[in-house]
């Protein structure tokens, strides 16, 4: 006896698109789908949900062979992004591709934007954030945002606005972002000056937990020394992970450390760093070495006038130095913008773009690279557990 022929099957059904899976509705959920069909009889329920899950495993389901989309803001000359891409050398060690995409990224200094483009090969957004969203500037889709907001107003040498700047507040410009974009994560980077100055952190943190869809907040303090970089820079790092995918950010562990009996690598030194770049600053064969400060020295006691001490790390580079970078170990001189990318941990083949000074501010305002893979790499491990869970899903 002949069967019925049943209906032809959808080619866009999930059960049509590999591995079948399980998603499970709630309650209240079909109720209203059943009442949506009863008012468009048109509307059957798995066409609703098929568009629905089609939407959401757009942003959220990261499959192994993709590749993790990034949206980059105040990105500066691209210290963090480098760190993300991976794919550099640095004192012989090779930091590998962790599979990152920077699909966006965005600063107002122009030099630094010159550098990013130039080494990247990839155009940045020169222009203020705000301004940028506000005219109706767009984000691309993304699985992940990652910014150093601005941060001399936070920090120890500089005035100590924090929120009371306009600047100060560039982190309300992030949120914006997160919240157009719907990341699964997101990485705030800034000085570790913000732990100190009464509850400022903890009020970013909140604005952070006020975005929707919601994100677990937290904060993690790390040593730049403590991951290879030749330099005691101490940075704060804020991370959002979305409270509806239920899985976790675990920082990076320290792979150096100062105790010479600990079982890990010792801190590298600054002398390690840039040793074989001395009597090379007169010369264009090392990109940026013959560009250095000529100011005097003004005495030990102000800031930027001490040489730093060849067997330990340099001191944090600093961004809003005027002049007063701090001088070799050697004494005659101050250090040179290469010097100073090699203390945070830039390889040579990064040009820095335009003068002396400027230079130097793109390197100070950067995120160490080095620190920023080790972090990436954490990052990596985090949507590899997303992508483990049984469940992409629960509505």
């Not at 990034?70 to 991976?86: E, Q």
């Not at 997160?178 to 997101?186: H, L, Y």
């Amino acid at each position: 006896m002949l069967k019925r022929k049943g209906p032809t099957p959808n080619p866009l059904s999930i059960s049509n698109q590999g591995a079948r899976q399980t998603f499970y509705i709630k309650e209240d959920l079909i109720r209203r789908l059943d009442a949506l069909n009863t008012i468009n009889p048109t509307l059957s329920k798995s066409l609703v949900v098929n568009e629905a899950l089609g939407e959401y495993l757009d942003k959220l389901q990261i499959p192994s062979d993709e590749r993790i989309k990034i949206v980059s803001l105040f990105s500066g000359c691209g210290g963090m992004d480098l760190g993300f891409r991976g794919n550099f050398t640095y004192l012989g060690n090779k930091y590998e591709d962790l599979g990152f995409d920077i699909v966006f990224a965005n600063d107002i200094f122009k030099e630094a934007c010159l550098t990013y483009e130039r080494y990247f090969e990839h155009y940045p957004v020169t222009q203020d954030i705000k301004e940028y969203l506000d005219f109706g500037g767009q984000i691309p889709k993304c699985h992940l945002v990652i910014g150093g907001f601005p941060c001399q107003d936070f920090s120890v040498s500089g005035k100590r606005k924090g929120l009371n700047s306009e600047r100060g507040r560039l982190y309300e410009q992030m949120k914006r972002v997160i919240e157009i974009a719907k990341p699964c994560i997101f990485i705030a980077e800034n000085v570790k000056g913000l732990t100190n100055m009464g509850d400022v952190l903890e009020k970013i943190k909140n604005d952070f937990s006020q975005l929707s869809p919601e994100y677990e907040i937290d904060h993690f303090l790390l040593m730049a020394a403590d991951f290879g970089v030749p330099q005691t820079r101490e940075r704060v790092f804020i991370v959002g992970t979305r409270k509806d995918l239920k899985v976790s950010f675990y920082p990076p562990t320290p792979t150096h450390a100062a105790d010479q009996y600990d079982s890990r690598k010792p801190w590298v030194t600054a002398k390690q760093a840039i040793d074989d770049l001395w009597g090379l600053e007169t010369t264009d064969k090392i990109p940026n070495q013959n560009q250095f400060s000529k100011a005097r020295n003004y005495g030990e006691h102000l800031q930027g006038n001490k040489p730093i001490k060849p067997d330990f790390p340099s001191p944090t580079i600093r961004a809003e130095h005027h002049g007063n970078i701090e001088f070799h170990y050697n004494n005659s001189r101050r250090l040179t913008v290469r010097e100073c990318a090699r203390l945070q941990s830039f390889p040579d083949d990064f040009v820095f773009y335009g003068s002396g000074s400027r230079a130097y501010v793109q390197v100070g305002n950067a995120v160490p690279p080095v620190l920023a893979w080790h972090i990436a790499k954490q990052v990596k491990d985090y949507f590899e557990r997303l992508n483990k869970k049984d469940k992409y899903l629960l509505i």
